[in-house]
């Protein structure tokens, strides 16, 4: 059942035993908002703790500093930034069937909490988290704001993505009143790279393929290259490597084609202002946005590759 802030900000004062679950593969949006909830219902005199099927990666540790461990048992589950249960990951065996309230902002989302309290025009959950500290009148503090604005910088490609709202900066710019040291956060989320994942994109430039005038750009994650550099990256350096053609100055279409079983490849659209990328993705029975879209198709890379490119040729308007 959908619900609206008022009410999510009721039940969160209703109860006393909290657990607090992020999706699995974990972004600083759903963590931000599970360690600002955490510390708020504490701050509100209530038992919290978070959990999460995978590890928080190093450069986003710094969000869990300030969280009293506490012992107890659970009576509530609120689920945060997890638009199905699947995406709970491992947690969703355990957990899925009992989340009480859902609090998202996904669009295209699956209902399985009792209640969900949703907003699809907020750039990032923990926009919902900053409304419910206010309905509830618990003051945030330094630590609150530093989760908070991470999430809204996660999602929002640090306010320069699309979604990004006046809304978005007038609760950016509230946190920042806490005097968090927001540079130093910008720089762990988006500049700081490890040295595996740099190699990584190295070997990735050196093997991208280009069609059309350089209009075309592919990239190709097989199984075989991923286990190379497995032990030198951690698990979230494999993520995000779906924007790097694009980034490149004259393309048009950005191609990540990442193996997932022998004969089977997910592969990832990018494209320019001009293009649809989720048209291109429909052709193989997938979809998404405009400019991101995805689809899988089965066969050996080549194949796939094979498969593809006439489709990618016609949206840039290149001819055999
Ligand atoms: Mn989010």
């Keep these: 059942m959908l619900i609206n802030v008022e009410r999510a900000a009721r039940m969160l004062k209703e109860y006393d035993y909290y657990l607090i ?20 219902l504490q701050k509100a005199g209530k038992f919290a ?39 709970l990951g491992k947690l ?32 990032a959950a923990c926009e919902l ?19 908070l604005y991470t999430g809204l910088a996660t999602d929002t490609g640090c306010f320069r993505f699309s979604n990004t709202t006046p809304r978005t900066h007038f609760i950016a710019s509230k946190l920042m009143e806490y005097g ?5 956060i910008n720089y762990r989320l988006f500049d700081m790279k490890s040295k595996g994942r740099v190699r990584l994109e190295q070997e990735i430039f050196e093997k991208m393929e280009f069609y059309c005038d350089d ?19 951690d698990a979230e350096d494999f993520n995000g490597l779906a924007g790097m053609p ?18 089977v490849f997910k592969i990832s659209v990018r494209s320019s202002e001009e293009i649809n990328a989720s048209e291109i993705c429909e052709k193989f029975d997938g979809g998404g946005h405009a400019r991101a879209a995805g689809c899988t198709i089965e066969g050996t890379l080549e194949e796939v590759k094979a498969k593809m490119l006439p489709e990618l040729k016609r949206a840039v308007g290149c001819g055999e």
């Design 21 to 40: 679950l992020s999706h699995a593969n974990p972004d600083g949006d759903t963590l931000g908002c599970a360690y600002a909830l955490c510390a708020l």
């Design 49 to 87: 703790k978070c959990l999460c099927a995978d590890e928080i990666a190093p450069r986003m540790k710094y969000l869990t500093t300030g969280i009293q461990p506490q012992e107890f048992e659970h009576q509530t589950i609120v689920s945060v930034d997890v638009a199905d249960r699947k995406l």
């Design 92 to 123: 969703n065996e355990v957990y899925g069937d009992e989340v009480f309230l859902a609090i998202d902002h996904h669009r295209s989302r699956t209902e399985f909490a009792e209640f969900t309290y949703v907003e699809p025009d907020a750039a």
């Design 129 to 147: 988290i900053y409304e419910i500290a206010q309905v509830m009148q618990i003051p945030l503090d330094e630590q609150i704001a530093t989760c």
């Design 180 to 184: 968090f040291p927001y540079e130093d």
């Design 215 to 233: 209009k075309i750009a592919i990239v190709c994650l097989t199984n075989e290259l991923m286990e190379r550099h497995k032990n030198s990256v």
């Design 246 to 263: 694009r980034r490149i100055e004259g393309v048009e279409i950005g191609v990540t084609i990442k193996q997932k079983e022998e004969k």
